[in-house]
């Protein structure tokens, strides 16, 4: 494959000269070997027809020069390309065989279609042996990655279009459950049924299978990845059809696994009604707008055209990459955007910017979320997502702003965290301030873990993967709930339309997953193997124990007193609170205890006021004497 390497690296204008004496030899040669095809004996002479021999490529070449033979990129040729082969052919020979009865010049009159159809065979040939050479056989036929596509329908039939030009890859065959199409053949490739896999895997070595079912539902989905899954292949997926439809992506654009495949979950659709009614032509106020739940809910709020959209952001990264995405957004038309930089405990600019833009409706998604990290940094965790909160949410109301929408979490359920406790503390604000504020309707949307968002697992585990492993996971038994990032901005959105204040909605998050399954999952549809106790297999999973503050199943409500709404995600719990002015008097008390940095009478008020708050992680004896115990790694509070 050396001499392959230096045609691919010769410079363009080489490549042509090489192309033109090609097809002169090649010319001189069909048109000789028609004379000899019409007489049958290749000892006969030649020497009286040179004239007209050497007429051919002399026409020839101009003509194919001017429809472009000689400017196609060889590699990428197709169907296309034999249409104008054959049109420059034909024109040839039309012109050569005019001018040799024009010229009375010596040449056999029935040679002349034989030495057409040759030509013909010869330009295509030589154009499709180069081309097989630069696109398979730099890698060489052998070394390829073979393949099998599951799914021999018009998209498994344009990936399998898309696979063709990529060097090192080959389709063995198709997967389909149609049993109409087995052994049917498409594009030179083979339709099998789902019991010959394992025959193609051990007779081509198939290491990896393409999922070309993008329009599938979610549920089928999922069973199909759960039956490839003890095959040692890699899995890979078409996007969404919705994706290709927008053009976001092609069909040669192949990607991992999606988690939300591996959930089954089908999506519902959203209310039309629900997503606009406190957004359309009204000013919007996202905090925490760069995070991962508050920038998909300024994408989705965007689409509901608001009059304004201001984005309060403490990170100036964060902000700044949010606010490029939005202006490059089709939908940004006649809203207007606004980028603030600043802080939910900042009262006063917080005044000024709901005054200013005439507010209407604020999602509040600004918080520290990481239970490790927020169990490090006590104070700074109650202070942003719980004081925080109060002072925005009361701010908001003071200012007139008509509806509030908290974004919590499952975690403030019975919470073993600080993280937690501080959530609930701040749905305990707003349920409050409901009963002093009845003109602003406060709302709390309560879910479980966001798929895709920073710290998420599942890229955790691909990295994991990728670097030969170890897969950590904390706990054999630890299970969690699981929604994209879309579904759950879209359901925040629609239960923040709901209720008429006070109201604590839960989304309905499925059914819980167990992160050891999930991590099994991933590595065998990446193609690799669990390694075993006995040394068998590919990549390790590691247990590393409990992280501080965490638990092993989450929750979404703290009694079982829920009523169901118009929407079929979303549920609406009644959750027990504290009058205000109570309420205040406990936050004084700890913000003094956190400003003295009395750790203790922080968690033994946190059990007093928070509902089946259990803190278990310990971390309270590091914080108050660090010293003692070097093996936590930790930022104090300060």
Known sequence: MKIVRQLVELPRWSKRVISVSLDVVGLLFVSVLAIWLRFGDTVFPVIAYYPAIFLLPVLAIPVFINQGLYRAVIRYIGSRFAVTVFVAVTVVFAVWAAAIFMLDLKYPRSSIVISWLLALLFIAVTRMSMRWLLTQGIKGAFGRKRVVIFGAGSSGQQLLNAIVRIPGLKVVGFIDDDKALKKHVIGSVKVYSRADLQRLINDYDVSEVFLAIPSLRASRRKAILEWLEPYPVKVSTLPAMDEI?????SFSDIREVAIEDLLGRDPVPPQPELLSRCISQQTVMITGAGGSIGSEL?????????????LYEMSEFALYHIEQELKQSKELQKTQLIGILGSVLDEAKLQRVIECYGVNTIYHAAAYKHVPIVEHNIQEGIVNNAFGTHIAAKVAAECGVQNFVLISTDK???PTNVMGASKRLAEMALQALQVEYPNTRFVMVRFGNV??????VIPLFRQQIADGGPVTVTHK????????IPEAASLVIQAGSMG????VFVLDMGEPVKIADLAHKVIKLSGLDVLDEAGN????????????GEKLYEELLIGHNVDGTDHPR???????FMAYADLMQEYIQLEQSLTQYAYDSVIEQLTRIVDGFDHTSGIVDYLNNPKANNNIVSIRAN
């Open 451 to 456: 798929l895709g968002s920073s710290g998420s």
């Open 500 to 503: 008429a204040g006070g109201d």
């Open 245 to 249: 439809v927008a053009g976001k992506v």
């Open 570 to 576: 979303i549920m609406k719990a009644h959750e027990d």
């Open 298 to 310: 300024c994408r989705k709020v965007l689409r509901q055209r608001p009059k304004t959209l201001v």
């Open 412 to 414: 403030a359920v019975r």
């Open 537 to 548: 297999g590919d990549i390790e999973i590691q247990y590393t124990g409990l992280r501080p």
């Open 477 to 484: 038994e630890i299970t969690r709930y699981f929604m994209t």
